[in-house]
């Protein structure tokens, strides 16, 4: 989106820039704020949310701001937005609510919590920009129908993985190929990794364990290709997705793929490991133009029938903004699903687990997530993954058993869970009438 670049120095020279506010101040969003602060004109972080809130003014402290008016309640806030000083709270809903404010991020990474921000904002007439791919897995889909009601954007980011790969489709379908698969690049996939194992790692760049083995135990990548399935209509291969090891360059692995398959599915995202470069995505394509094709050969992609497109970085923080200015300026989503969910991310025991136990969260000890096409999380009643924290257990459950809803009791009074069952109502498909002849 070169031309985002553009319109921000625009309202810049207005002296009207977009005023977006944040949810989370952790490491991700840290980032976020110094960059909104020092490297976007035409945007300003007016407040910024966190449940403690010397981590919010951390942010703001870290970008250089030091004239931070800490607000507890709707007045405040929105008297400091238009004094043009910064805010912090430790009250969410005062930034979903507040007047003065087009978007709002959220980093939390949290489904249940972010779940009632995201509908608040809704109701408020906030486009939402989420770096939260565990929330739009689970119900994304039925956002989307709020958000579409409302007239606001609800989308995932540039940056993150998924957004990249959206670009990067969206370019390939614009010059005439069909997208056939989208795919992730890994360095390591381990579904029993934990924070114990990865304690070492987060200590060193600052990050959290749980977060970090969520990446290690292929929670989150499942949850990243599960959303760009959603926004793009594909799905995939065989539950956990193929996830091929190869140590090559990705241009390399068109052949590995059938191409016949891919197309009897409507296309597929995969994720691959340890392939170069790393890390980055993917997209693999085809052409039905003879013609076509051998320019495509002149130019290096080769004879096909797949043609490989791929980034080789995804800088995550640094490109948010964008996504908040292509939101509000041109009313244009990243990636959002295109209906109901296509691809699930279901809960994987991790260990073995006992009745009776309660199940922790995404990437702690007990479960892992995996991709699988919804049909059969509906046929199987399967559980989501960012369903399962807090369920209880009624039955021992073998290691690498999918759990279904059966397995479990649901904790009470729940948003997540209701909104988890108005989507699958929504998305179901129409009942057909027979006739008695």
Known sequence: MIIV????EARAALGKPVKVAMIGAGFMGR?????????VPGMELVAIFNRHIDTAKRAYLEAGIEDIRVVSNLADL?????QGQYA??????????????????EVTGTIEFAAHLVMSAIAHQKHIILMNAELDGTIGPILKVHADRAGVILTACDGDQPG?????????????????????????????????????????????PAMVTSFADGTKISFEQAIVANATNMKVAKRGMLGYDYTGHVDEMTKMYDVDQLKELGGIVDYVVG????PGVFVFATHDDPKQRHYLNLYKLGEGPLYSFYTPYHLCHFEVPLSVARAVLFHDAVLAPIAGPVVDVVATAKIDLKAGETLDGIGYYMTYGQCENAE??????????GIAEGCRLKHDLAKDQVLTYDDVELPEGRLCDKLRAEQTT????AKTLILAK
């Open 5 to 8: 670049d553009k319109a921000l």
């Open 31 to 39: 980032g976020i704020a110094n960059q909104i602060i020092n490297s």
């Open 78 to 82: 929105e008297d400091t937005i238009a």
């Open 88 to 105: 912090v709270t430790e009250d969410a809903m005062l930034l979903c609510e507040a007047e003065g404010i087009e978007a709002i991020i």
């Open 164 to 208: 990249v790969e959206m670009n990067l489709y969206r370019f390939v379908k614009s010059i005439g190929l069909t997208p056939l698969l989208c795919g992730n690049i890994k360095g390591l996939q381990d579904p029993y990794r934990n924070p114990t194992t990865q304690e070492g790692f987060a200590k060193r760049w600052g990050q959290n």
């Open 275 to 278: 392939t170069k470069p790393s």
């Open 376 to 385: 059969i999380v509906k046929q199987e009643n399967l559980l989501p993954m």
């Open 426 to 429: 929504y998305f179901a498909p």
